[in-house]
Protein backbone atom coordinates (compact mmCIF):
# COMPACT_ATOMS: atom_id res chain seq x y z
CA UNK A 1 0.00 0.00 0.00
CA UNK A 2 1.21 3.47 -0.64
CA UNK A 3 1.17 6.90 1.75
CA UNK A 4 -1.73 7.93 -0.36
CA UNK A 5 -3.87 4.63 0.31
CA UNK A 6 -3.04 4.44 3.87
CA UNK A 7 -3.28 8.42 4.80
CA UNK A 8 -7.00 7.82 2.92
CA UNK A 9 -7.72 4.57 4.86
CA UNK A 10 -7.38 6.38 8.12
CA UNK A 11 -9.35 9.59 7.39
CA UNK A 12 -12.35 6.79 6.41
CA UNK A 13 -12.14 5.41 9.34
CA UNK A 14 -12.01 8.83 11.54
CA UNK A 15 -15.15 9.66 9.40
CA UNK A 16 -17.00 6.31 10.65
CA UNK A 17 -16.14 7.35 14.39
CA UNK A 18 -17.68 10.63 14.08
CA UNK A 19 -20.74 9.27 12.38
CA UNK A 20 -21.25 6.69 15.05
CA UNK A 21 -20.63 8.60 18.05
CA UNK A 22 -22.19 11.78 16.27
CA UNK A 23 -25.80 11.49 16.73
CA UNK A 24 -25.18 11.17 20.26
CA UNK A 25 -23.15 13.69 21.32
CA UNK A 26 -25.11 16.44 19.30
CA UNK A 27 -28.32 15.08 21.59
CA UNK A 28 -26.15 15.59 24.84
CA UNK A 29 -24.54 19.34 23.61
CA UNK A 30 -28.68 19.87 22.56
CA UNK A 31 -29.74 18.93 25.95
CA UNK A 32 -26.84 20.92 27.64
CA UNK A 33 -27.60 24.38 26.00
CA UNK A 34 -30.85 26.11 27.76
CA UNK A 35 -33.17 27.73 24.92
CA UNK A 36 -31.80 31.26 24.98
CA UNK A 37 -34.66 33.57 25.95
CA UNK A 38 -35.83 37.23 24.38
CA UNK A 39 -34.80 38.75 27.55
CA UNK A 40 -31.37 37.34 27.72
CA UNK A 41 -30.89 38.19 24.20
CA UNK A 42 -31.89 42.01 24.67
CA UNK A 43 -29.52 42.07 27.84
CA UNK A 44 -26.50 40.29 25.44
CA UNK A 45 -27.10 43.06 22.86
CA UNK A 46 -27.33 45.65 24.90
CA UNK A 47 -24.17 44.56 26.68
CA UNK A 48 -22.29 44.34 23.14
CA UNK A 49 -24.52 47.82 22.37
CA UNK A 50 -22.02 49.35 25.30
CA UNK A 51 -18.81 47.37 24.17
CA UNK A 52 -19.18 48.95 21.03
CA UNK A 53 -19.74 52.54 22.28
CA UNK A 54 -16.65 52.01 24.33
CA UNK A 55 -14.51 51.09 21.51
CA UNK A 56 -16.24 53.88 19.46
CA UNK A 57 -15.08 56.22 21.92
CA UNK A 58 -11.30 55.04 22.44
CA UNK A 59 -11.08 55.33 18.69
CA UNK A 60 -12.23 58.74 18.50
CA UNK A 61 -10.12 59.90 21.59
CA UNK A 62 -6.53 57.82 19.84
CA UNK A 63 -7.70 59.77 16.60
CA UNK A 64 -7.64 63.58 18.37
CA UNK A 65 -4.43 62.15 20.12
CA UNK A 66 -3.47 61.59 16.76
CA UNK A 67 -4.25 64.89 15.37
CA UNK A 68 -3.14 66.70 18.41
CA UNK A 69 0.42 64.95 17.82
CA UNK A 70 0.23 66.26 13.96
CA UNK A 71 -0.19 69.36 14.64
CA UNK A 72 2.11 69.83 17.57
CA UNK A 73 4.82 68.12 15.09
CA UNK A 74 3.89 70.76 12.47
CA UNK A 75 4.25 73.92 14.80
CA UNK A 76 8.10 72.24 15.91
CA UNK A 77 9.05 72.13 12.51
CA UNK A 78 7.78 75.75 11.77
CA UNK A 79 9.46 76.86 14.80
CA UNK A 80 12.88 74.96 13.66
CA UNK A 81 12.83 76.77 10.72
CA UNK A 82 12.09 80.61 12.40
CA UNK A 83 15.29 79.22 14.75
CA UNK A 84 17.76 78.08 11.74
CA UNK A 85 16.49 81.48 10.00
CA UNK A 86 16.74 83.77 13.33
CA UNK A 87 20.79 82.51 13.56
CA UNK A 88 21.24 82.86 10.21
CA UNK A 89 20.61 86.50 9.87
CA UNK A 90 22.43 86.69 13.18
CA UNK A 91 25.99 85.75 11.56
CA UNK A 92 25.19 87.54 8.38
CA UNK A 93 24.59 91.14 10.54
CA UNK A 94 28.18 91.50 11.14
CA UNK A 95 28.94 92.00 7.44
CA UNK A 96 26.15 94.18 6.80
CA UNK A 97 27.70 96.81 9.61
CA UNK A 98 30.98 96.11 8.02
CA UNK A 99 29.59 97.55 4.50
CA UNK A 100 27.30 100.47 6.47
CA UNK A 101 30.95 101.07 8.24
CA UNK A 102 33.06 101.20 4.94
CA UNK A 103 30.57 103.79 3.26
CA UNK A 104 30.50 105.79 5.86
CA UNK A 105 33.78 106.20 6.52
CA UNK A 106 34.72 106.40 2.83
CA UNK A 107 37.07 109.92 2.82
CA UNK A 108 35.37 112.73 0.57
CA UNK A 109 38.61 113.03 -2.09
CA UNK A 110 38.00 108.91 -2.63
CA UNK A 111 34.29 109.75 -3.84
CA UNK A 112 35.28 112.48 -6.17
CA UNK A 113 37.90 110.09 -7.89
CA UNK A 114 36.14 108.56 -11.17
CA UNK A 115 38.38 105.61 -10.74
CA UNK A 116 36.77 104.95 -7.34
CA UNK A 117 33.36 105.19 -8.13
CA UNK A 118 32.74 102.05 -9.53
CA UNK A 119 33.94 100.50 -6.45
CA UNK A 120 31.54 102.31 -3.92
CA UNK A 121 29.23 101.86 -5.95
CA UNK A 122 29.50 98.39 -6.30
CA UNK A 123 29.84 98.07 -2.02
CA UNK A 124 26.97 99.91 -1.79
CA UNK A 125 25.11 97.73 -4.26
CA UNK A 126 26.36 94.69 -2.08
CA UNK A 127 24.74 96.18 0.79
CA UNK A 128 21.73 97.15 -0.57
CA UNK A 129 21.40 93.10 -1.93
CA UNK A 130 21.97 92.05 1.46
CA UNK A 131 19.23 93.89 3.00
CA UNK A 132 17.14 93.63 -0.19
CA UNK A 133 17.63 89.59 0.62
CA UNK A 134 17.00 89.67 4.14
CA UNK A 135 13.66 92.17 3.71
CA UNK A 136 12.28 89.44 1.56
CA UNK A 137 12.83 87.17 4.55
CA UNK A 138 10.93 89.62 7.07
CA UNK A 139 14.15 91.33 8.71
CA UNK A 140 13.60 94.75 9.03
CA UNK A 141 16.18 97.87 10.86
CA UNK A 142 14.90 98.88 13.71
CA UNK A 143 14.27 103.03 13.72
CA UNK A 144 16.45 104.53 16.29
CA UNK A 145 17.33 108.58 15.90
CA UNK A 146 15.12 110.54 17.08
CA UNK A 147 12.78 108.23 18.92
CA UNK A 148 12.09 107.92 22.34
CA UNK A 149 14.18 104.95 24.14
CA UNK A 150 12.01 101.81 24.02
CA UNK A 151 13.84 99.05 25.77
CA UNK A 152 12.07 96.30 23.90
CA UNK A 153 14.10 97.41 20.59
CA UNK A 154 16.83 99.95 21.89
CA UNK A 155 20.04 99.33 24.51
CA UNK A 156 21.36 102.53 25.51
CA UNK A 157 25.08 102.43 25.63
CA UNK A 158 25.52 105.46 27.43
CA UNK A 159 24.21 109.56 28.08
CA UNK A 160 25.04 112.57 26.64
CA UNK A 161 24.29 116.36 27.29
CA UNK A 162 22.41 117.04 24.16
CA UNK A 163 21.29 120.59 24.14
CA UNK A 164 17.22 120.61 22.15
CA UNK A 165 17.31 117.26 22.58
CA UNK A 166 14.21 115.61 25.74
CA UNK A 167 15.83 112.76 27.85
CA UNK A 168 15.47 109.55 26.64
CA UNK A 169 15.45 110.37 23.20
CA UNK A 170 18.15 108.52 20.96
CA UNK A 171 20.36 111.13 19.76
CA UNK A 172 22.69 108.67 17.97
CA UNK A 173 22.39 105.07 16.62
CA UNK A 174 25.54 102.81 17.67
CA UNK A 175 24.73 99.71 15.64
CA UNK A 176 21.34 99.31 14.03
CA UNK A 177 19.13 96.88 15.68
CA UNK A 178 16.94 94.61 13.38
CA UNK A 179 13.64 92.64 13.71
CA UNK A 180 12.14 89.59 11.99
CA UNK A 181 8.64 89.81 11.83
CA UNK A 182 7.30 90.42 15.49
CA UNK A 183 10.80 89.04 17.20
CA UNK A 184 13.86 91.47 18.21
CA UNK A 185 16.72 89.54 16.47
CA UNK A 186 19.19 92.43 17.96
CA UNK A 187 18.67 95.25 19.93
CA UNK A 188 19.99 98.61 18.71
CA UNK A 189 22.79 100.18 20.33
CA UNK A 190 22.00 103.69 20.50
CA UNK A 191 23.23 107.27 22.51
CA UNK A 192 20.57 108.88 24.48
CA UNK A 193 19.85 112.30 26.05
CA UNK A 194 20.13 113.88 29.40
Do not use: C, W
Not at 136 to 149: C, Q, R
Request: glycine residues 4%.
Amino acid sequence: MTKKETHRKEQDEIKETINIESPEAAADETAAIPAATEADMEAEIAARDAEITKLREEVMRRAADFENFRKQKEREVAQSGVRMLENTVRDLLPMIDDLKRLMSHIPAEMQAMSEAKPFIEGVELIRKNFMSLLENKGVKEIEAKGKVLDVNFHEAITQVDAPGAEPDTIVEEYQTGYTLGDRVIRHAKVIVAR
